[in-house]
């Protein structure tokens, strides 16, 4: 996972809504290096995750007192994600509003879509940091009228392993798998797919012309999602998605519901 992989190490700064906060960059780790003599120890602190841990319960009560269903939205780069998120705004307008904050290495094209179809977003430039964690989301999310929104959507970096073990106070962890990648993703990155509440097939429409094996990928996340809500849609000529959108105002009225209780 992250904490071994050396990501955030080459220096970049997170950046969110443009301002570069303190603490991420060389210390993102908690590296702590001590010399003995003629060689070095590196001893990772590993109640970095903790603190993480503290701050998700901390935004996840925050979230639930602000009546929010918060979707948590994991993927490989170029599953659709934003597409996704865009096209399940648009048809909620009028019945739930919807708030993104997006994460990225760079660049803040994404954002940039989504605020073309009047969604409120937030950009997190992660720089070199392969994920969002809970401080960052928090820091981002505050930049948001929260007062305003049904659902708050966070678009994590595309990365199908070092968000698999970041909790953001999400209520829902989405993953995506396109119909383009392969149907053996569960199966490759089974943190992910294991930690996810809902699987979405992603771009059902091109799945013939890609030679797209329905049965096999079914199979495939019931193993390693088994728990997990499946649904198959196309955001681009919008097949399944009434099914996606009934599931979140389910979801949204649930949530509350446990606001008031």
């Known amino acids: 996972m992250c904490r071994e992989c050396g990501c955030g190490l080459g220096g970049g700064d997170v950046k969110i809504g443009g301002h570069a906060p303190a603490g991420h960059g060389h210390e993102h780790h908690g590296r702590d290096r001590r010399h003995h003599g003629h060689g070095e120890t590196v001893i990772l602190n590993r109640s970095l995750k903790e603190k993480n841990d503290r701050l998700a319960e901390r935004n996840r009560g925050f979230f639930r007192a602000k009546k929010l269903l918060v979707l948590n939205v994991v993927s490989s780069p170029g599953s659709g994600k934003t597409t996704f998120i865009r096209e399940t705004a648009?048809?909620?307008?009028?019945?739930?509003?919807?708030?993104?904050?997006?994460?990225d290495l760079a660049t803040d094209n994404d954002a940039a879509r989504l605020r073309t179809a009047g969604i409120?977003?937030?950009?997190?430039?992660?720089?070199?940091?392969?994920?969002?964690?809970?401080?960052?989301?928090?820091?981002?999310?505050?930049?948001?009228?929260?007062?305003?929104?049904?659902?708050?959507?966070?678009?994590?970096?595309?990365?199908?392993?070092?968000?698999?073990d970041y909790d953001l106070g999400e209520d829902l962890r989405v993953v995506l798998l396109s119909t383009t990648e392969g149907e053996d993703k569960p199966l490759k990155y089974p943190p992910m797919f294991h930690s996810a509440h809902v699987a979405?097939?992603?771009?059902?429409?091109?799945?013939?012309?890609?030679?797209?094996?329905?049965?096999?990928?079914?199979?495939?996340?019931?193993?390693?999602?088994?728990?997990?809500?499946?649904?198959?849609?196309?955001?681009?000529?919008?097949?399944?998605?009434?099914?996606?959108?009934?599931?979140?105002?389910?979801?949204?009225?649930?949530?509350?519901?446990?606001?008031?209780?």
């Open 200 to 261: 979405v097939v992603t771009k059902s429409d091109i799945a013939a012309a890609v030679g797209f094996n329905r049965d096999l990928a079914l199979a495939n996340l019931n193993r390693g999602s088994h728990h997990a809500e499946i649904f198959e849609l196309s955001a681009k000529t919008g097949a399944g998605m009434k099914v996606w959108l009934e599931f979140l105002a389910q979801q949204q009225a649930q949530a509350a519901k446990k606001s008031r209780a």
């Open 90 to 103: 648009a048809q909620l307008a009028g019945k739930l509003r919807v708030g993104v904050v997006v994460g």
């Open 120 to 164: 409120p977003v937030v950009q997190i430039t992660t720089g070199t940091v392969c994920h969002l964690d809970a401080d960052m989301v928090a820091k981002a999310a505050a930049q948001l009228d929260l007062d305003q929104l049904d659902v708050l959507v966070i678009e994590n970096v595309g990365n199908l392993v070092c968000p698999a």
